[in-house]
């Protein structure tokens, strides 16, 4: 079978793909994930490998993938997973190491983005897109009330937008914040809020702060602004479900994955870098969507011939090309190379706000926080001790719960998985 060239998605008569008949790939159901079904087509087109999609909510994908990884299941050849898992899987020999060619450029790659799907240097996923976070807001909406934003502003001034364009009456609620449970969920968003007023999720002997002032202090004041001031119902809204609101008008301010700028379809989108309550590190988090290869696959060859190109600068081009998408609509936060190109920076309002928000991102373990990670905790067992603390936080944002009583369940049920992990 003949490989495919990228840049042209043109067959290149000098290599060879791995022979499989097709490979089914996991992906989470994410604008540019959806996106890549349909450049794909052309990988079918010349390679005769059919390709199987199972496209999944992002909680599912994470529990399903998780399973079937970690028991051997056998049902996918290539899995999108995170920053989280990478290294953590690929040190327990969970995925295959992934080895590509020079014509590959891994150094193209942004450094943050590699080193987190690395361990000991070896890569065991590749990138499809990269992330951190950003506040967008409507500018003209701002304009008209006499507010702005500024980069880093203080949570203080950012309610106070909020409240200034919260206008419910006409369908414009002041701030959309992620309020469904999920570790890469509503936690990926409060766990910056909490970096942001000083909090971390365990000390230096790893057990859970979850009762500490600076976590009560943030997630006060994140259930005051998110229920004050955001749409109702938004204990059940993630990244989807508030992408659609913010295109049907209904969001003033939205902070969130940098990627979102990318699907935006509003006139008047301004950006700013994330806000704080006085500790700016881990304000904005990390992230990236990636592409694994399940250890022991018959088809891990194949898995991994598309993954390198479906990682490629040529399938940046080849997005780029295709007549349904255009630079708008290339995978960004992944590699160097994308933002030098003129066509994308004419289409990316956004671009420059989002590559000073990766590369201010601080993932390394300091004294306050003494794990690696923004958003979670490079540890085995951070997505039982998030998922459970998740609920907790949705049950606060709801009113089915008080702050202090959730957060109580929420340290006791930290405390009960590290403990019994062994950690103290």
């Not at 999944?56 to 299941?73: I, N, P, W, Y």
């Not at 701002?142 to 937008?161: H, P």
């Not at 309020?179 to 971390?200: E, H, L, Q």
Request: hydrophobic share 45%; charged share 15%; proline share 4%.
């Amino acid at each position: 079978m003949k490989k495919l060239s990228v840049s042209a998605l043109a067959l290149t008569a000098a290599a060879t793909f791995a022979s499989a008949d097709e490979l089914t790939i996991a992906i989470v159901n994410n604008g540019h994930m959806i996106n890549m079904q349909t450049v794909a087509e052309a990988y079918t087109a010349e390679t005769g490998v059919k390709l199987n999609w199972v496209s999944l909510e992002e909680g599912v994908l994470r529990e399903q993938v998780t399973s079937d990884t970690a028991t051997g299941g056998g049902q996918y050849d290539v899995i999108n997973i995170g920053m989280q898992e990478a290294p953590i899987w690929g040190a327990a020999g969970w995925i295959e190491p992934l080895n590509f060619g020079a014509d590959y450029d891994a150094d193209d790659i942004l450094p943050a983005i590699r080193a987190g799907l690395s361990h000991e240097g070896t890569m065991y996923a590749a990138p499809f897109y990269g992330e951190s976070s950003m506040v967008m807001y409507r500018k003209d909406l701002m304009d008209a009330a006499g507010v702005s934003i500024a980069d880093n502003d203080s949570w203080d001034n950012v309610k106070a937008a909020a409240a200034a364009i919260h206008n419910p009456d006409n369908g414009v609620y002041g701030v959309c914040l992620r309020g469904k449970p999920g570790w890469g969920d509503n936690m990926a968003f409060i766990t910056t809020v909490v970096n942001s007023f000083g909090g971390a999720w365990f000390d230096k002997d790893f057990r859970p702060t979850l009762d500490s002032d600076e976590w009560k202090a943030a997630i006060n004041f994140y259930v005051d602004l998110l229920g004050t001031y955001g749409p109702p119902g938004s204990e059940g809204n993630s990244f989807n479900e508030i992408l659609a609101l913010y295109n049907e008008g209904k969001c003033g301010m939205w902070i969130d994955a940098t990627i979102a700028a990318s699907f935006l379809e509003v006139d008047g989108v301004a950006y700013a870098q994330s806000p704080n309550a006085g500790n700016p590190v881990g304000a904005n988090w990390l992230w990236a969507w990636a592409m694994a290869v399940p250890a022991g696959s018959p088809n891990a060859d194949a898995a991994k011939d598309f993954i390198e190109w479906a990682t490629s600068k040529e399938y940046v081009q080849a997005v780029a090309n295709h007549p349904e998408f255009g630079w708008g609509s290339v995978p960004t936060g992944q590699r160097a190379s994308t933002y030098g190109f003129s066509e994308f920076q004419a289409v990316a309002g956004f671009a420059a706000a989002e590559m000073a928000a990766i590369e201010s991102a601080a993932p390394e373990a300091t004294d306050l926080k003494p794990y690696v990670g923004v958003q979670f905790a490079a540890i085995p067992e951070f997505p039982e001790v998030g998922s459970a603390v998740a609920q907790e936080m949705a049950a606060a944002l709801s009113g089915a719960k008080s702050v202090d009583d959730a957060l109580a369940a929420a340290q006791a049920a930290a405390d009960a998985i590290m403990s019994e992990a062994g950690y103290y």
